[in-house]
């Protein structure tokens, strides 16, 4: 495993809980935002500002970490791919278990290294799935057209012919005929029309 950095701002000395149930301990920080913090259309850019508001509690199989996470997400309109901004405010909650408590079958349960807790997996896990899977700048967006590219949105009336090319000497015919009825020879051989 390896070894917590404790000049990281994700990483929390809990000595002063010292492995008391009962005992809590307030933590609001403001801490720059890790890399790859959101999706491939979404997320909180790299750097930018996450404010914690977090209450560390000490408990028997180590220390509950519950609070909120604030910050921005940015990203592209997947309709128009126009910039996106949406508010990031999630609720964390999660188990920081004392070295030895978890069981083998418990993967996914965070441990303490000694009185250290890294908070970055944690916040990982409460900011990613609250992100939009599909963001839009606004909901009734029209999007590009798949022909052209245009933007739906500044043109409501833009469009294009869609007719099949296959059909050309089709309409064609159409075009130039006059509208009288067809002679005896242009119609099609039946029981009716017998060829001669």
């Not at 850019?45 to 028997?60: F, H, K, Y």
């Not at 290294?113 to 900011?127: K, S």
């Not at 909901?139 to 500044?154: K, N």
């Amino acid at each position: 495993m390896e070894h917590l950095d404790v000049r990281s701002p994700y990483v929390v000395d809990t000595r002063e809980l010292g492995r008391r149930p009962g005992l809590s301990h307030p933590l609001t920080r403001t801490v720059p935002a890790p890399a790859h913090l959101g999706t491939e259309v979404i997320g909180v850019a790299e750097g930018s500002d996450l404010q914690l508001d977090l209450l560390l509690e000490s408990v028997v199989e180590g220390v509950l970490v519950s609070g909120t996470v604030h910050g921005e997400a940015t990203g592209e309109c997947v309709r128009c791919l126009d910039p996106v901004q949406r508010s990031v405010d999630v609720r964390v909650q999660e188990l920081f278990a004392y070295p030895g408590k978890s069981s083998a079958e418990d993967e996914d349960v965070l441990e303490l290294q000694g009185d250290l807790l890294d908070l970055e997996p944690a916040l990982r896990d409460a900011v990613v799935p609250s992100l939009p899977f599909q963001p839009v700048c606004s909901v009734d967006c029209p999007g590009l057209c798949s022909q052209c590219g245009a933007r739906l949105a500044d043109d409501p009336l833009h469009g294009h012919d869609d007719t099949d090319p296959r059909w050309a000497a089709l309409r064609s015919l159409a075009a130039s005929a006059d509208g009288t009825t067809p002679t005896t020879d242009e119609r099609p051989a039946g029981p009716e029309n017998p060829r001669s």
